[in-house]
């Protein structure tokens, strides 16, 4: 069946660092992926989205590309800040529904 | 309104009893789903609603789980006789008809004691 696996967190990095969270999926078809942000106290909210192969999504200086030959959708950022604390979950879109990876915590420190 | 609202936005109640969870979704967004969110868990699907199809519950862990949605705007998650195992945050998400992205409310945190 489909499923989502992303790093176990917490990930811990010094502000302007280089972040990296790994997620791989298993699907059959050509699911859509996203990237989903729940900062602390808010609702979950899409970061960005990919929906084929090689697409790359990219929000608030985040981007990650969908790579059907690795099954891989890794999210990254060149410099993180302070406010990009926060919960992490990898999607893939399976018909209606998405399945969920287990969320990636990061934790930035200035 | 502007989002998702869920109420009540904490629920703490005594095993054995019934509970009632809302979910208030953006008007137009036809698809609505409930999912549950475990301490250091990825979200789990309940139930799927889309308009005026009959509703996806493959999701639902038990029969005493069950939703509604009335007029294809609210809905309510009902949860009988809870257990401890019921404790999580439910998470209600909205989608518009056509574009791939589900809006989530804010959740309620459900503590079984």
């Known amino acids: 069946g489909n499923s989502v696996t992303q790093m176990e967190g917490p990930v811990t990095l010094s502000e302007e660092a280089f972040l990296t969270i790994n997620c791989t999926y298993t699907a059959t078809g050509y699911p859509s992926l996203f990237w989903y942000v729940q900062y602390p106290g808010e609702g979950l909210q899409l970061l960005l989205k990919?929906?084929?192969a090689d697409d790359k999504g990219s929000n608030k200086g985040f981007e990650a590309t969908y790579r059907k030959e690795t099954t891989s959708f890794h999210l990254e950022k060149g410099s993180v800040q302070v406010s990009d604390s926060a919960v992490y979950f990898c999607?893939?879109?399976?018909?209606?529904?998405?399945?969920w990876g287990a969320g990636t915590k990061l934790i930035i420190k200035p | 309104g502007a989002g998702v609202s869920q109420s009540p936005s904490n629920k703490v109640t005594e095993k054995g009893k019934d509970v009632e969870l809302r979910c208030d979704p953006i008007?137009?967004?036809?698809?609505l789903y409930w999912y549950r969110q475990s301490l250091g868990q990825g979200l789990e699907f309940l139930i799927y609603f889309q308009g005026n199809s009959a509703p996806d519950k493959s999701g639902l862990p038990s029969d005493r789980f069950s939703a509604e949605r009335t007029g294809g705007s609210v809905s309510t998650l009902t949860i009988q006789r809870t257990q401890q195992e019921d404790s999580a945050v439910y998470l209600c998400?909205?989608?518009?008809?056509?574009?791939?992205?589900?809006?989530f409310g804010p959740g309620t945190r459900l503590t079984v004691l």
């Open positions: 990919a929906t084929k």
């Open positions: 999607a893939l879109g399976s018909n209606y529904q998405l399945i």
């Open positions: 008007s137009g967004h036809t698809a």
């Open positions: 998400a909205a989608e518009p008809p056509g574009y791939n992205e589900q809006f």
